[in-house]
C-alpha cells in the first residue's frame, strides 16, 4: 500500500468513528459476501441472491473467523480460513496466471509456513514474513537446481546449501543473493574450493584442491584466482611458494623437491589457465517474487464492485489498470458500483483529509519517486606510479626520506609537548645524495634535501592516533607503489593513495603549510582532549627539496584516507551548506561510486540512534568552535554511504516506511527490527570497529526536492528509509579567511545571494554549517 492511499484510508476511519450512521455504512462497505463469477446478463439476479445470502443465511460479518470458498471476478480462487475482507488462518489461493500459494495466512499476507509455486514447475516451501520468502525455506528451480537454507526479504541470506543443475553443489554462507564470508564449492568433477568469498567470487583466504591428481593451492585470492602469497602442493610433497598474480612480471617463487628430482618442467600460469575452467555457477533467477503477486480484495455490498488490488506484502493498488485517485477512490469510472456513501460523509471525509494535510501529517498526493539502485562500481582509484612515470622520482624520494624520519625517532614518552616544540622553525633538514652518507642510504634517483617539519608533534600525533610505526613505514614505504589520483583538486594540489588505502598524501601550498604550522598546537590540544572529533587526521608534513638546476621545492602532508573501510562505498557526499556551484558537474551516465557528489545532489536524510546523534551534535559543535577560533573557513563534512541491502539486479532493498500517522502503522509491515538487521545484515565482529564517523550504523531516509525551489537544501522526507553503514570526517581545514577569499567574498556578493556563496566569514560559515548539517543528521526515533 502506497503512503498516499494508506494516508486516505486512516482518513476515512476517522471520518468513520465520527457518527454511529458512518460506522454502520463501513461495516457494509467492508464486509464479506461470497462472490461467483457472472455476465452483465445475471448481475440483478446475484445481486438479488446476494441480498437474500446477507439477510438470512450469512452470519459471518467482520469479527469472525470462517472457512470460505470464493471465485474472485478477475478469476482468481481462494478457498480457506477468512477474517474480516481477508484470508487468514490457512487457505489457497491460486492466480490466473498459474502461481499458487497453499499455506498460512494473516490480514490477507502471506505469512508462517506455506508453499508456493509457479507454472514453471518451480517451488518454494518454507517459511513467509509479509509476503517474502523469509526464514528457513527451500527453492526448487524448473531446471533443478535446488537451495535449502536461510531467506530474509526474498534473498538468499545467512547459511544455505545450493545445488546446481550441472552438479556443482555450494555449502556455506550468503549475503544479499550471493557467496560471502566461508563457504565450500565442489565441482560436478569432484575437486572444491573452501575459504572465503566476497559478493559470489572467491576472494580472500582459501584452499582449492583438484581431484584428477591431488594437487591444491593454499593461499590468498581475489576474484577466482590466486592473488598474494600461496602455496602450490603436489601429491608426492614438493611444493611451491611465492607470490601469485595474473601479470606475469609480478609473478615470482621458489620451488621445493619432496626428494632430489631434477628441473621442474611446470610453468605457475598453468594454475591459471587451468582455474579458468572451473567457473562458479550462477544458477537460477526466481521468477516473479512471491511478495509481487497480487491478491484480488473487493468490497461489498448490494452491488458488486470492480475489486482492489492489495499485494501479497499489503501494497494496494485502486481499480484494475488505472492510477490512484483521490477523488474517485470509493466507486468505478462510470460511477456504478460506487460504495453508498451520501454526501455528508464524502464531504467529512474531504475535511478530514485536508485537515490531515493541513497540519503536515501527510503530503499532498504526488507520484511515487522511482526505486533507487546501486551507482555503477568505479574502478580502483589512482594511476600507479610505476618506472617512467612523472613522480616516480618524487615517490621514491618522498619513501626513503619517510623512511628515514620514521626509523631514526626514538619512541614518545610523554604525550605532554613543550611549546617550543610548536614552532615553526623546529624543522631537521637531511641531504640524501645518490651514494649515501653515513645517516643515509644510497639510491638511483637524483640528490634532494628533505625537511621534517615539528617531528615530535607529528611523531606524538601518530601515537595519540595509535599508529604503529612499523605499519605506518609499510604502507608508505613498502614494495607497493603509491597510486595518484586521476586529476588534482579543485585547490591545485595532487593526491597520492597508499596501496592499502590507508594513507592519502597531498602536494601542499606555501600558504597551506603556514596555516596547519600555525594552528598545530590548537590541533594537537584539540584531537588530544576529544577522541571522537571528525576533524581529519594529519600524521606528518615534509618538505622534498630537490637540488641542481631545478631548484624545486614540494611540500605535502600525510593524512588518514577517511574511505579505508571494509565496506564498499556506494555513495559521497562532499557537503558545506551552500548552494552556489554545490552540484556535480557530470552527467548522469558517468556517475559510479567513485563520484563525490554535492550539497544540491543530496537525496537522504540521516537518522541516527540516539545515544550516536546526541554525541554527534556535540562533537559538530566542539569541532567548529575550534575551527572557528582558527579562522578557518571553507571546510566539508565528507559523507560515504554503504547500502546494507540490494538486490541481485542491484535495486536497493528499502527497510520499510514508517508511515507520518504513527497510530496507524501497520505492525505486520515487511519491515525487519534493528536487531535482526543488526545481526542478519552485518558480520557482528565487524562492530568492533564502529566509532563516531566510522563504520556507523544508522537509516538514511530518502527525499526529493519540490519542483519549484532550485536552490532548496534539504528535500521532502518520502518516508523512504534504507540500512546503511556511514563514515564521515570534516576535511579541507587548512583554508583561512585571508584576504583572497575576502575579495572573493566581496566580488561574489555582488553577483549572487551573499548567504549561498562558500566564501565567507568564518563565524558566519561555522553557524550555516551547523544549521546544514543538524538538518541532514537528525535522531532516530
Known amino acids: 500500500m502506497s503512503k498516499e492511499q494508506s494516508c486516505v484510508l486512516k482518513a476515512w476511519e476517522v471520518t468513520m468513528r465520527k457518527t454511529q450512521q458512518a460506522k454502520k455504512r463501513a461495516n457494509s462497505i467492508f464486509g464479506t459476501v461470497p462472490v461467483a463469477l457472472q455476465t452483465d446478463d445475471d448481475a440483478t439476479t446475484t445481486t438479488e441472491e446476494n441480498d437474500d445470502h446477507e439477510s438470512s443465511t450469512n452470519t459471518s460479518s467482520v469479527g469472525e473467523l470462517y472457512q470460505e470458498e470464493r471465485v ?102 550468503w549475503r544479499r543473493g550471493l557467496q560471502e564470508a566461508q563457504g565450500k564449492y565442489r565441482w560436478r568433477d569432484g575437486s572444491y574450493y573452501i575459504g572465503e568469498w566476497k559478493n559470489g567470487t572467491i576472494c580472500g583466504k582459501g584452499t582449492f584442491v583438484w581431484s584428477r591428481d591431488g594437487n591444491r593451492y593454499d593461499g590468498f585470492w581475489d576474484d577466482g584466482f590466486p592473488t598474494g602469497n600461496g602455496t602450490f602442493k603436489w601429491d608426492d610433497g614438493s611444493f611451491y611458494v611465492g607470490h601469485w598474480s595474473k601479470d606475469p612480471e609480478e609473478m615470482n617463487g621458489t620451488y621445493y623437491p619432496s626428494g632430489n628430482e631434477g628441473a621442474l618442467d611446470w610453468d605457475p600460469k598453468d594454475v591459471f589457465d587451468n582455474l579458468s575452467e572451473y567457473k562458479i555457477c550462477s544458477g537460477e533467477r526466481v521468477p516473479v517474487l512471491p511478495s509481487q503477486k497480487k491478491l484480488s480484495v473487493w468490497n461489498s455490498s448490494k452491488r458488486v464492485e470492480k475489486p482492489r488490488r492489495i499485494s501479497v506484502d499489503g501494497r494496494v493498488s485502486v481499480g484494475l489498470d488505472r492510477a490512484f485517485e483521490k477523488m474517485n477512490m470509493w466507486g468505478s469510472e462510470s460511477g456504478e458500483g460506487a460504495a453508498d456513501i451520501d454526501s455528508t460523509t464524502r464531504r467529512d471525509l474531504d475535511a478530514e483529509i485536508m485537515r490531515l494535510e493541513a497540519e503536515g501529517l501527510i503530503q499532498s498526493l504526488r507520484p511515487s519517486p522511482v526505486p533507487m539502485r546501486l551507482p555503477k562500481a568505479g574502478k ?106 586521476s586529476s588534482p583538486g579543485k585547490s591545485g594540489s595532487f593526491f597520492y593513495l597508499t596501496n592499502d588505502d590507508r594513507y592519502m598524501i597531498k602536494t601542499m601550498k606555501k600558504s597551506e603549510t603556514k596555516v596547519l604550522l600555525r594552528m598545530l598546537a590548537a590541533y594537537y590540544n584539540h584531537v588530544r582532549a576529544f577522541e571522537n572529533t571528525l576533524v581529519i587526521r594529519f600524521y606528518g608534513l615534509h618538505c622534498v627539496k630537490l637540488t641542481g638546476t631545478i631548484q624545486k621545492k614540494v611540500r605535502f602532508v600525510i593524512m588518514g584516507n577517511l574511505f579505508c573501510s571494509e565496506y564498499s562505498i556506494h555513495r559521497r557526499f562532499d557537503l558545506k551548506g551552500s548552494s552556489l556551484g554545490r552540484t556535480t558537474d557530470k552527467p548522469e551516465s558517468e556517475i559510479n561510486s567513485n563520484t ?30 575550534f575551527l572557528e577560533q582558527e579562522r578557518i573557513m571553507d571546510y566539508s563534512l565528507l559523507v560515504g554511504i554503504h547500502f546494507r541491502e540490494a538486490s541481485v539486479a542491484g535495486e536497493l532493498i528499502p527497510s520499510g516506511a514508517r508511515t507520518p500517522l504513527g497510530e496507524f502503522e501497520d505492525e505486520t509491515a515487511p519491515r525487519l527490527s534493528r536487531v535482526d538487521v543488526d545481526q542478519l545484515l552485518s558480520d557482528p565482529t565487524r562492530w568492533a570497529s564502529i566509532r563516531l564517523g566510522g563504520n556507523m550504523p544508522a537509516r538514511a531516509e530518502r527525499t526529493m526536492r519540490r519542483s519549484d525551489c532550485e536552490f532548496q537544501l534539504v528535500g521532502e522526507p518520502t518516508g523512504e528509509y534504507y540500512e546503511v553503514v556511514m563514515i564521515f570526517g570534516i576535511i579541507d581545514i587548512l583554508q583561512d579567511y585571508d584576504i583572497s577569499k575576502k575579495l572573493e567574498h566581496a566580488y561574489k556578493s555582488i553577483q549572487y545571494d551573499p548567504t549561498s556563496i562558500s566564501a565567507v566569514d568564518p563565524r558566519l560559515y561555522s553557524r550555516r554549517f551547523r544549521d546544514f548539517i543538524f538538518k541532514v543528521f537528525t535522531e532516530d526515533d
Open 380 to 485: 580502483k582509484q589512482g594511476e600507479t606510479i610505476s618506472k617512467g612515470h612523472r613522480n616516480y622520482e618524487l615517490m621514491l624520494n618522498l619513501q626513503l626520506g619517510i623512511r628515514h624520519a620514521v626509523g631514526k625517532q626514538a619512541q614518545v614518552v610523554s604525550l605532554d609537548l613543550k611549546h617550543s616544540a610548536f614552532d615553526p622553525k623546529e624543522k631537521l633538514w637531511t641531504r640524501f645524495p645518490p651514494e649515501g652518507t653515513k645517516y643515509t642510504p644510497p639510491h638511483q634517483s637524483s640528490e634532494f634535501k628533505w625537511k621534517d617539519y615539528c617531528p615530535l608533534v607529528f611523531r606524538s600525533l601518530r601515537k595519540l592516533f595509535k599508529v604503529d610505526p612499523a605499519d605506518y613505514m609499510l604502507s608508505i614505504c613498502g614494495n607497493d607503489a603509491l597510486r595518484e589520483l
Open 72 to 173: 474472485l471476478p478477475n478469476g482468481d480462487y481462494y478457498t480457506g480460513q477468512w477474517y474480516d475482507s481477508f484470508p487468514h488462518g490457512h487457505g489457497k489461493y491460486l492466480w490466473t496466471d498459474g502461481c499458487m500459494y497453499i499455506g498460512e495466512w494473516y490480514n490477507g499476507k502471506t505469512m508462517g509456513k506455506g508453499k508456493f509455486g509457479w507454472p514453471s514447475g518451480a517451488m518454494y516451501e518454507g517459511e513467509f514474513k509479509s509476503g517474502y520468502m523469509d526464514g528457513t525455506g527451500t527453492y526448487t528451480g524448473p531446471s533443478g537446481d535446488t537451495y535449502k537454507g536461510q531467506w530474509v526479504m526474498n534473498l538468499k541470506h545467512g547459511h544455505g546449501i545450493k545445488s546446481f543443475a550441472n552438479g556443482d553443489v555450494y555449502d556455506g554462507e
Open 596 to 625: 563525490i557528489l554535492k550539497d544540491l545532489d543530496l537525496n537522504f536524510i540521516f537518522r541516527l540512534q540516539k545515544a550516536w546523534f546526541q554525541e554527534f551534535i556535540r562533537q559538530v559543535d566542539k569541532d567548529c568552535e
